[in-house]
């Protein structure tokens, strides 16, 4: 019988940490590392939500795990 031939009954959840950083004026998604395009660089894609990227160079995503705050990001621009 193998391992998991009845599911698996238990699970672990982890998490984990990593930092990213942006020129200060131009966070995108198309300088994150979790931005991979497919269809031969004709769509792009977030890795972390799966989120589609139609303005990955002007901008970030809407689900954007790394916790990005238009408002903070105005605030940082202004310096």
């Known amino acids: 019988m193998a ?3 009845r599911g698996c009954v238990e699970y672990v959840t982890v998490e984990y940490t990593m930092r990213v950083s942006f ?3 131009r966070v995108v998604c198309d300088l994150c ?3 991979h395009t497919e269809n031969s660089g ?3 894609r ?4 799966g989120e589609i990227l139609p303005f990955h160079n002007v901008d970030f ?5 790394l916790g990005i705050d238009e408002k903070d990001l105005s605030e940082r621009r202004t310096d």
């Open 42 to 44: 004709t769509r792009f």
């Open 3 to 5: 391992k998991y031939d």
């Open 23 to 25: 020129p200060k004026e």
């Open 46 to 49: 977030c890795m972390e939500t």
């Open 61 to 65: 995503g809407l689900k954007c795990p």
């Open 33 to 35: 590392p979790f931005c």
